[in-house]
């Protein structure tokens, strides 16, 4: 009661740093898993956006009809559950076919119309924070999603963030990605947090590596060719 103004509003902690045994990721053999059991629609929708677009869980929660074009296959993220992004501005997003041709299909299951958001909770509003559409959910027979998957170790919701960029480096999904792609791809505001990624692309750097150096041949002195000879 002395104060009148709170004097830390709008101050802003760093970045916590996350150890690199923090977080995992999932192969597509686990991934092909997890989509192998019994979901329902919007669980199986929602999975394939985090899994195959990267957003966060606040990020899909808050995401809007009018912010998605599926004519075109792009979509604008504005906020999550603190009405703002975790960068503080929105970004436009390419949509992975896999996932347009997701929201397709929920938008007709779900019969939603141009506006409103395109998850929303049984009350019509958005799902409270740190809901992960029964991800982590144990009451289930046989325990949460990634145990019936035959997943063992502990994979959070927030993990398959991790996994959409660390299978877009690693080329699980096709020609691996640069680490600057991935970082413009979902949104980190700095390279740093991407090169948390990078021990995985050791295999395809040198992929790159050889097939670029078979197309190259060094000049030869004559010191060179009579060494050779």
């Known amino acids: 009661g002395v104060l009148t103004v709170n004097p830390v509003r709008g101050l802003k902690l760093p970045p916590r740093q996350e150890r690199q045994a923090g977080w995992t990721w999932l192969q597509p053999t686990e991934i092909a898993s997890v989509f192998r059991l019994d979901l329902s629609a919007e669980q199986r929708t929602v999975l394939t956006v985090a899994v195959y677009q990267g957003l966060r869980q606040g990020e899909i929660a808050a995401l809007k009809w009018e912010d998605v074009d599926l004519d075109r296959g792009t979509a604008t993220i504005t906020g999550s559950w603190d009405t703002a992004t975790k960068s503080g501005r929105t970004r436009p ?37 740190g809901f992960d559409w029964g991800w982590g959910d144990r009451r289930f027979k046989h325990g949460d999603i990634p145990t019936r998957a035959g997943i063992r170790r502990r994979v959070r919701f927030h993990d398959l963030r991790h996994t959409c960029a660390s299978n877009l480096i690693s080329g699980n999904w096709g020609a691996p990605w640069r680490l600057e792609e991935v970082r413009d791809f979902l949104g980190h505001s700095d390279l740093k947090t991407t090169m948390r990624y990078a021990h995985l692309a050791p295999d395809g750097l040198r992929a790159k590596v050889l097939q670029t150096g078979h197309t190259l041949a060094a000049p030869k002195t004559e010191e060179t060719r009579k060494c050779l000879n």
């Not at 998850?119 to 958005?126: A, I, L, N, R």
Request: net charge neutral; proline share 8%.
């Open 93 to 129: 997003v390419d949509l992975m076919p896999v996932v347009a041709e997701a929201l397709i299909g929920w938008r007709l299951f779900s019969k939603a119309g141009d506006t409103g958001l395109v998850f929303p909770s049984p009350h019509g509003g958005m799902y409270g924070r």
